[in-house]
């Protein structure tokens, strides 16, 4: 199945595929999990896409997979190990992503270099040459203040909204503190409210008639 041509394939033909190729495209959102049920598949490119969330486990079921690129997205979370379970696994291409942790190396994952996983930068171990450790504690580090700044962000909008609250709530005190002290202002404060009431009044009554003389015309 190829990026080249529009096919549709459904029931159990999908389990005799040997390769697809859909890099290049515009595909969000995960990677299914259902993948691990194409066990016939050879060669999966899902590269240059848009795709987020975790690397699916499913995919250690794909025991015949021997070229896997999964490049150019917005992958994130650990490399599984239990890709390591791939045996006939020649190709392996996660570069440019967001993906951290340390990088399995054992069986065929050892032939793989540098290239298979640069554009990672919270990746870490051989082939790379990033420590663990000093990553494992910077990433630990960016995930802790993340997290406070989503807390200080969530503190921060709880205090504007009181303190919004709370100034309003004086300043309506203070007016009426200060129209039941002084007569004077008070009644200002009436005649202004009585003087907006009746020009709204007579705009209402103005523009009503000049409508309805409009339509008696018409």
């Known amino acids: 199945m190829t990026k080249k041509g529009l096919y549709m394939f459904s029931g159990n033909i999908l389990k005799y595929m040997s390769g697809i190729d859909l890099s290049c495209n515009r595909l969000t959102g ?19 896409n848009n795709l987020t969330g975790l690397i699916p486990l499913t995919i250690s079921k794909l025991k015949q997979i021997e070229s896997l690129d999964l490049s150019n997205n917005n992958l994130y979370g650990n490399i599984p190990i239990q890709l390591m379970e791939l045996n ?24 793989f270099d540098e290239s298979s996983y640069k554009g990672n930068i919270f990746l870490c171990g051989p082939p790379l040459h990033e420590n663990c450790t000093k990553s494992d504690s910077s990433s630990t580090v960016r995930t802790n203040a993340s997290d406070g700044e989503k807390e200080g962000g969530l503190v921060d909008k709880y205090v504007f909204y009181v303190s919004f609250f709370v100034s309003y709530g004086i300043v309506l005190m203070g007016i009426a ?40 015309l018409v």
């Open 30 to 48: 995960q990677i299914p999990l259902e993948i691990g049920n194409l066990n016939g598949l050879h060669s999966l490119n899902l590269s240059h």
């Open 88 to 111: 006939f696994l020649a190709v392996f291409n996660v570069s440019y992503n967001n993906l951290s942790g340390s990088i399995p190396y054992k069986a065929q994952f050892g032939t």
């Open 177 to 216: 503190m200060v129209l039941y002290i002084n007569p004077y202002w008070r009644q200002a404060w009436f005649y202004f409210i009585e003087h907006c009431i009746t020009t709204c009044h007579f705009f209402v009554v103005d523009n009503v008639l000049r409508l309805s003389i409009f339509r008696t």
